[in-house]
C-alpha cells in the first residue's frame, strides 16, 4: 500500500510564498500521474495541478502563473510551489497519485492566507 504525506502547509500573508512537498513511501515513477488538489470550508475538492510521468503538466486557471507543480522521481517526492497567495487559496491541499483508474490520497496539509 503507496502511502503519500503532505508537509509545509500554514499560515502565509497575503502575496506571501509556501512550498507544499509530498512524499511518497514507494516509487513514484509508478503512478500515471501525480496531483494536488484542495478543498476549502463548505466547498467540493477541486483540481489545482497535475504532472504525469512524462508530458504536460496541467493547472486550474485560478492558480496558473503563480503555482508550480514538480517532482523529483530520486526522492520520490512531488512539490507545489505557491506563490502570490490570495485569501481563496485558503483550503485544505492534498496530494494525489494516479494508477489507471485508481487514486491514492493523501492526509491533507491546512494552507492558510490571511493578514
Known amino acids: 500500500q503507496v502511502q503519500l504525506v503532505e508537509s509545509g502547509g500554514g499560515l502565509v500573508q497575503p502575496g506571501g510564498s509556501l512550498r507544499l512537498s509530498c512524499a511518497a513511501s514507494?516509487?513514484?515513477?509508478?503512478?500515471?500521474?501525480m496531483g494536488w488538489y484542495r478543498q476549502a470550508p463548505g466547498k467540493q475538492r477541486e483540481l489545482v495541478a497535475t504532472i504525469p510521468r512524462a508530458g504536460i503538466k496541467n493547472y486550474a486557471n485560478s492558480v496558473k502563473g503563480r503555482f508550480t507543480i514538480s517532482r523529483d522521481n530520486a526522492k520520490n517526492t512531488v512539490y507545489l510551489q505557491m506563490n502570490s497567495l490570495k485569501p481563496e487559496d485558503t483550503a485544505v491541499y492534498y496530494c494525489?497519485?494516479?494508477?489507471?483508474?485508481?487514486?491514492?490520497w493523501g492526509q491533507g496539509t491546512q494552507v492558510t492566507v490571511s493578514s
Open positions: 494525489a497519485g494516479h494508477i489507471a483508474t485508481m487514486t491514492y
Open positions: 514507494g516509487s513514484i515513477f509508478s503512478f500515471d500521474a
